[in-house]
């Protein structure tokens, strides 16, 4: 079934269960969650599988094991292709593309390919171009330094980076319900992928991580 916009009751179902996370208001609302949440994002991932690849969407429970937190489920659905990322909440909708955790490995990678000449300049004017365009650049900072780095490095706000994604947010409208939404999810992940390229090249995916934590990568 193509792509035609989130159902109608897709932020009052989300504000209802920020108001009341319990199994009981799942239970109640599951099929609303089921037609105009889930089958519209399934829609949505098979009518840009074509581009970006498969995608997954994400299980709606909360792992809670190790979690102060014990609300049962997510206020969010969130999805992923090939790396490439998108949610609806009450919030609205939110595409991302970039590394949203890193392993102690990666971030190691990471940080000397920011100090690179050559490389560390590259990502701060694609950073930069993003910013420009509207797209907000995200991820895990350490408050101070990282240790060993000169307070008067070029690029130390890059280099506090534990994590990096770019992601762009679209609140509530009528177009969370249309078939254009589809587009504008595209548009904005094509014009991340430079930073996930570069992510890739310099920086990588472990395979102990990949295997045992999908979702490293946004």
Excluded at 140 to 147: D, F, I, W
């Amino acid at each position: 079934m193509a792509f035609t916009g989130f159902g109608e009751a897709v932020v009052d179902f989300y504000e209802g269960l920020e108001a009341d996370n319990s199994k009981a208001y799942w239970t109640d609302n599951k099929p609303v969650y089921d037609d105009h949440v889930r089958a519209p994002m399934v829609a949505l991932l098979a009518d840009l599988e074509p581009e970006f690849g498969a995608g997954k969407v994400f299980r709606p429970y909360r792992d809670v094991r190790f979690s102060a937190d014990k609300t049962p489920y997510k206020v969010q659905c969130g999805a992923t292709a090939g790396g490439r990322y998108v949610q609806v909440s009450a919030d609205g909708v939110m595409a991302a593309v970039g590394y949203y955790r890193m392993s102690s490995a990666q971030v190691a990678r990471y940080r000397a390919a920011v100090d690179d000449a050559r490389h560390g300049p590259a990502l701060a004017a694609l950073v930069d171009d993003l910013r420009a365009e509207g797209y907000a650049i995200s991820g895990e900072q350490l408050k101070t330094r990282p240790r060993g780095v000169d307070p008067e490095h070029p690029r130390l706000e890059l280099m506090r980076h534990k994590s990096l994604y770019g992601r762009c947010a679209w609140p509530p409208s009528d177009e969370l319900h249309g078939p254009e939404l589809r587009e504008r999810v595209a548009a904005t992940w094509r014009r991340l992928d430079p930073l996930s390229r570069w992510l890739d090249e310099h920086v990588g995916v472990d395979l102990d991580d990949a295997a045992d934590r999908p979702g490293r990568r946004r």
